[in-house]
C-alpha cells in the first residue's frame, strides 16, 4: 500500500503535565488517540513510543497537517489556561520501489520494533535517517535470509542426548548452523521479520532427506527445534504434515524396496 509514517510529538513537559493535572493530561491523551486511530490506514496502525510520542501508519493523502491541528486544538481545550502545547511531526515515505510487498511489509515490522526497542531515543530530527537507514538494511538482510532457506545454505550437526547410566546416545538433537554468519543472530532475526516458519520448514525438510538417505538404516532417533512462531502458525502446521506425509511414504517404500 501506498502509505506514509508520521511520528507526533506532544512535546509537553513534565510541569505542563503538573500544570494542568492528571486527569486533563488523561483525558488528553484518550482523546488523541482516538484522532490518531481515526486517521490510521486501516483503525489499529497508531501507537504510542513513550509518554509523550506517538506513530500512525496513514494513507499518503491523509495530511499530517491537519492531524497537527486537531491535537493542538485538544490541548488547548483541556488546558485550564487555554494555551495548551506544541505538537510537533514529522512524516516519512521510504522509496520501496525494487521491493517486494511481502519484504516490504517484513522489514517494516522490523523497523518498527527496532523503533519500540530504542523508545524514546527516536526524535522528530532522527525519524526520517532513521527509518531509510533500517529498512534499506533490513530489506536487504531480509532478501539474503530468504535466499539461504531457499537454497538451504545451512548445515545440520547432531549432539547426543546421553543416558547417566548407560553412557549411550538415547537420541540425537539436530542443531543448524549458517554457513555464513552467527546462527543465533539469523534464527532471531529470521523471528523479526516473520519468516522463522519458513526457515524451519527448510530445516525440517532437510532433517528428513538425511534420515531417509544416512539415517534409515540405524535404530537412531532424532529431535529438531521449532520456533514459537511456527507452531502457531496454521500455514505452517498444514505445511509440515504435507512434508511429513510425503517423506514418511517416500522412507516406507525404500524400507519396503
Not at 59 to 64: F, G, Q, S
Not at 106 to 117: G, I, P, S, V
Request: charged content about 30%; glycine content about 6%.
Amino acid at each position: 500500500q501506498d502509505v506514509s509514517l508520521t511520528l507526533f510529538d506532544f512535546a509537553a513537559s513534565a510541569t505542563k503535565k503538573e500544570q494542568i493535572g492528571a486527569k486533563a493530561w488523561q483525558e488528553f491523551l484518550d482523546s488523541a488517540s482516538e484522532i490518531l486511530i481515526l486517521h490510521s490506514f486501516d483503525g489499529r496502525t497508531a501507537g504510542k513510543i513513550g509518554e509523550w510520542r506517538s506513530i500512525l501508519i496513514h494513507e499518503k493523502t491523509t495530511r499530517a497537517e491537519e492531524i497537527s491541528e486537531q491535537l493542538s486544538a485538544l490541548a488547548k481545550r483541556i488546558d485550564p489556561q487555554g494555551t495548551g502545547f506544541e505538537i510537533k511531526f514529522k512524516t516519512v515515505r521510504a522509496d520501496m520501489k525494487d521491493i517486494s510487498p511481502r519484504d516490504t511489509n517484513r522489514a517494516l515490522l522490523y523497523t518498527l520494533q527496532e523503533f519500540e526497542r530504542l523508545g524514546t531515543d527516536i526524535g522528530i530530527q532522527t525519524l526520517k535517517q532513521g527509518f531509510d537507514m533500517h529498512l534499506a538494511s533490513n530489506a536487504q538482510k531480509t532478501k539474503e535470509l530468504q535466499t539461504i532457506i531457499e537454497r538451504t545454505q545451512f548445515n545440520l550437526y547432531f549432539q547426543p542426548i546421553v543416558d547417566r547410566k548407560t553412557k549411550e546416545a538415547n537420541y540425537y538433537e539436530m542443531l543448524c548452523r549458517f554457513e555464513n554468519g552467527e546462527t543465533t543472530d539469523w534464527v532471531r532475526f529470521g523471528e523479526d521479520v516473520g519468516l522463522a516458519p519458513q526457515f524451519d520448514l527448510a530445516v525440517f525438510d532437510r532433517a528428513l532427506q538425511y534420515i531417509k538417505f544416512k539415517g534409515g538404516q540405524t535404530r537412531h532417533k532424532f529431535t529438531m527445534n521449532l520456533s514459537a512462531q511456527s507452531i502457531e502458525d496454521a500455514n505452517f502446521c498444514e505445511k509440515f504434515m504435507e512434508i511429513l506425509e510425503k517423506k514418511r511414504l517416500m522412507i516406507y517404500s525404500l524400507l519396503r524396496e
